[in-house]
DNA sequence: TCATCATTCAATCACATCGTTGAATGACTG
DNA sequence: CAGTCATTCAACGATGTGATTGAATGATGA
């Protein structure tokens, strides 16, 4: 059945571009809104020619679209349904790739105060009003439900942002997940500010399925 | 952050298993159950060295797992979660790769009584008692549920239960969704045979989904 | 223990891919 | 209409991949 083969073929030059570091990386940085070539170039470490080719890559195999806005290209993800693509394969590598499960461990839950926090203790924390909740993911995502009394701030603002926060409370960072790693850069950039600051072991998708409180509206924007 | 460049090459090295359509042809096989090496050369039509070749490869990606039986290897799904990472790769193809939906306008929806059968004509039909639904998926997944009334006959089955079906009645067939294209056979080996045959245009999930009633025992088995 | 047979390995070829370089495009802006 | 600047193209070398071949492995079952 030639026809079987062919669409499998069709199939597969989604998934080859799923076949690079590189290219996953960008699209991390996708999921969070339309950026420009040279934007997604310097937030990556990738030259710019080397960037336009994986993001027309990308575009060809219709996980990202382009549209042009003065003298720049912004690309952006296609469907949110490539956030699902992604956070399956997060999940099943989580499951079944013993480096994963590894590289986690070591980096993410050992040692002293790096240790992310659980969902129940943010509960308590969060009830004593010590702590300052930052969600670190776009805007757009924030406005569509966030953990109570969360304050928002994307990441490529949080340098800028920073000082707006409250230097003596504790800040426990989450974005969409456990594999997002945005709340990793988000509690780096704390750490060095002299902040006390920790990730929430999970994202707002496991919150609220657990069924814990979502807010809806746009306040507490910093 | 040397970390997340890590941590997406991992997630990559199982992207990069998804980039074969030799390879998504072989988990559509390994979808419908447990196969042996050369069982699955054979319905591919691949080699054996190079079926376990792409087994390998798939195994060490963490998406399918390998297990002796007697003097063969059976391989199988890793993950349930593996089938939904192929439907929503499936979903992002369809509504982005223009490729794919020619393909699937061509071959499958155009001419004559290959169309397929929405699934409020195939309510209609099924009351007036003059249908036999054929649900091709895996007997696991057919005792897991199915639509009422439906034959459960798996691809592997289907040339020596053929004989079994009434000839004189229309048979609708369906499986795990549209891009599921164990129906499309199905249906070829049915006319093949002189039926009057259709497939349904989405599957079981889409049926569930819709609210439509589910029946669970397995009766009906052909 | 030995013969059998399903599976895997090793070596090879053609071909695709990644990243770099420097030049070319082409749409705004003055 | 010409300069500018973000982006893309084209060509290159190193490396990786897919498929084929024939030989090797190794667990089974007599």
Redesign the interface.
């Known amino acids: 059945?030639a026809?079987?083969?062919?669409?499998?073929?069709?199939?597969?030059?989604?998934?080859?571009?799923?076949?690079?570091?590189?290219?996953?990386?960008l699209l991390?940085y996708l999921a969070q809104g339309a950026r420009s070539v040279d934007a997604l170039a310097s937030v990556s470490g990738l030259s710019i020619a080397n960037t336009s080719q994986h993001l027309q890559k990308m575009q060809q195999?219709?996980?990202v679209c382009a549209e042009r806005q003065g003298k720049q290209i912004f690309y952006a993800l296609?469907?949110d349904?490539?956030i699902?693509?992604?956070a399956?394969?997060?999940?099943?590598?989580e499951?079944?790739?013993a480096?994963?499960r590894e590289?986690?461990s070591l980096?993410l839950t050992a040692r002293d105060s790096l240790a992310p926090v659980s969902v129940d203790e943010l509960l308590a924390r969060a009830q004593s009003g010590l702590v300052t909740i930052l969600d670190v993911r776009p805007p757009e995502e924030y406005a569509a439900g966030h953990v109570p009394g969360a304050v928002n701030i994307s990441p490529a603002h949080l340098h800028e942002q920073i000082a707006r926060l409250d230097a003596g409370r504790e800040v426990i960072a989450y974005c969409r997940g456990p594999?997002c790693?945005f709340s990793?850069?988000a509690v780096a950039a704390l750490r060095a500010q002299g902040f006390t600051a920790h990730r929430l072991e999970s994202g707002f998708p496991e919150w609220k399925q657990a069924g814990h409180p979502v807010e809806y509206e746009q306040n507490q924007q910093v």
Do not use: I, P, W
Not at 6 to 23: E, H, I, P, T, W
Not at 88 to 93: N, S
């Open positions: 059945m026809f079987k083969q062919d669409l499998n073929d069709q199939f597969a030059r989604m998934g080859k571009v799923l076949g690079s570091g590189r290219r996953l990386e991390d195999a219709g996980l296609a469907d349904e490539v699902t693509l992604m399956v394969l997060h999940g099943l590598a499951r079944h790739l480096e994963v590289m986690v980096h594999y790693t990793f850069e």
